[in-house]
């Protein structure tokens, strides 16, 4: 039922819309500490987060947080992260077109006689590198979108997924434009 027919002023609800953040901030104690706090303050969710110092001699992190909210959330967060101190830029790589994501997965799997010959295969047909093997387990690495992560990981449920640990995403946009 479509209410604003009924009420010409009630407001139309907006999609909620996945959105990968890029902030270069100060490399300094604390600032991590501040972006998760104002993101836990707000009640918005951080759904992937990855930090690391990319410029050493100006003591530079690139933070990439994945977040998501309408446009208008989208828009707040965005506000509030460029009024923070250290922080030197805000992108939205969600806007800027399709961006590169990549994440990281190192997926642990127990098994033996057909689980195993499966969880081999599988890891295969993903291009999973073998870091660890054992008679009765793997430690298999995965490099891929969030997506391919995610089902490599439901598949591998049924063969014997003991443990993961992911790194979180890392996004860089399209072309020749640096940040």
Known sequence: ????????????????ARHT?????????????RIAGLFSG???????LTVSETEHEKHLSRIT??????????????????????VHRVVDLTLQGE????ELALVKVVGKGDHRVEAMR???????????ASLTSFVFELTGTTEEIERFIKLMTAVGLTEV???GIAAMSRGPEAM
């Open 1 to 16: 039922m479509n209410t604003s027919s009924h009420y010409p002023n009630a407001p139309v609800a907006q999609p909620v």
């Open 21 to 33: 953040l890029a902030v270069i901030v100060d490399n300094e104690p604390g600032v991590l500490a």
């Open 42 to 48: 707000r009640g918005y969710n951080i759904e992937s």
């Open 65 to 86: 947080v994945v977040t998501s909210g309408t446009a208008a959330v989208i828009d707040q967060i965005k506000a509030h992260l460029n009024r923070l101190v250290p």
């Open 99 to 102: 961006a590169l994501e990549r």
């Open 122 to 132: 599988l890891a295969a047909a993903f291009g999973a590198r073998t870091l660890d």
């Open 165 to 167: 640990s992911r790194t």
